[in-house]
């Protein structure tokens, strides 16, 4: 068993499954901001796994925004 840490920022339930925003403070060059987003798509994929084994919900949307920048980035699932 892994044991991890972390809090998701901002879930949205509709009535058929559940998305995450996780916002992330990053005030980089435009050319680095959909690096930095793909960056922490491990992160959102824990959360996501998180939400499904707990809720029995699919978690079918992921969500990174970055209000510094004004960017929101949506996350493919792998």
Known sequence: MRRS?????????TEVDSAIIDHKSFPGR???WEERAISHAPQLAA???AVETITGRSCTELWIHM???GALFRLAPA
């Open 5 to 13: 840490q972390g809090r998701i920022d901002m879930l949205v339930e």
């Open 30 to 32: 435009f050319e680095l």
């Open 47 to 49: 959360y996501a796994r």
């Open 67 to 69: 209000p510094i920048v």
